[in-house]
């Protein structure tokens, strides 16, 4: 059971846009930034959003972030059939259980 | 470019420990970043396991602190993972990366399968 709660998958058509939710609780995402990985198939995950709305460089602005209170959301907009992957969020927990934390991950079907 | 190479043996036996090795180039150890270790089981999620600082500060996922073990070689820049009593829930890919902060992990290793069998 992750601490962070991604749903597990979401689909749309290319072109279209999807938004992928992250929520967690006071301990993590309350209080800290969350980040944002995409993992394409067989391959190490991918740094796309950290400090929860900030993109790395070379990363195209079709990939955005935010977060509201306990939960984050990453938007996916122009769709292409590239972007299918698994995508996680991930965040600090300063509770007992405190370290690095990740959602279970949600994988994306462009159809 | 910081890159980042896992290297270990790819199969463990059972109750053994799980012994493997990150190599760092482009970038010194001994930068202000937290060097992790976050593994995979087919199929399954990402979970963090353990990190360094190069001065030895170490954090450890609690569910598995009583059998990790991090550590750092400063003279040949690179950070290592042991894991005891390894069971087959321990089989995943592991990965090594660099935490440029506590919420974001920058870069990663292309990962390692370790699979725990006898």
């Known amino acids: 059971q992750s601490v962070l709660t991604q749903p597990p998958s979401v689909s749309a058509a290319p072109g279209q846009k999807v938004t992928i939710s992250c929520s967690g609780s006071s301990s993590n995402i309350g209080e800290n930034s969350v980040s944002w990985y995409q993992q394409l198939p067989g391959t190490a995950p991918k740094l796309l959003i950290y400090?929860?709305?900030k993109r790395p460089s070379g990363i195209p602005d079709r990939f955005s972030g935010s977060k509201s209170g306990t939960s984050a959301t990453l938007g996916i907009t122009g769709l292409q059939t590239g972007d299918e992957a698994d995508y996680y969020c991930g965040t600090w927990d300063s509770s007992l259980r405190a370290g690095r934390v990740f959602g279970g991950g949600t994988k994306l079907t462009v159809l | 470019q910081v890159q980042l190479q896992e290297s270990g043996p790819g199969l463990v036996k059972p109750s053994g420990t799980l012994s493997l090795t990150c190599a760092v180039s482009g970038g010194s150890i001994s930068s202000s970043n937290w060097w992790s270790w976050v593994r995979q089981p087919p199929g399954k999620g990402l979970e963090w396991i353990a990190e360094i600082f190069h001065s030895g500060s170490t954090n450890y996922n609690p569910s598995l602190k009583s059998r990790v073990n991090i550590s750092v070689d400063k003279s040949k820049n690179q950070f290592s993972l042991n894991l005891r009593s390894v069971t087959a829930a321990d089989t995943a890919v592991y990965y090594c990366a660099r935490g440029d902060t506590m919420t974001m992990i920058a870069y990663w290793g292309q990962g390692t399968l370790v699979t725990v069998s006898s």
């Open positions: 400090d929860s709305d």
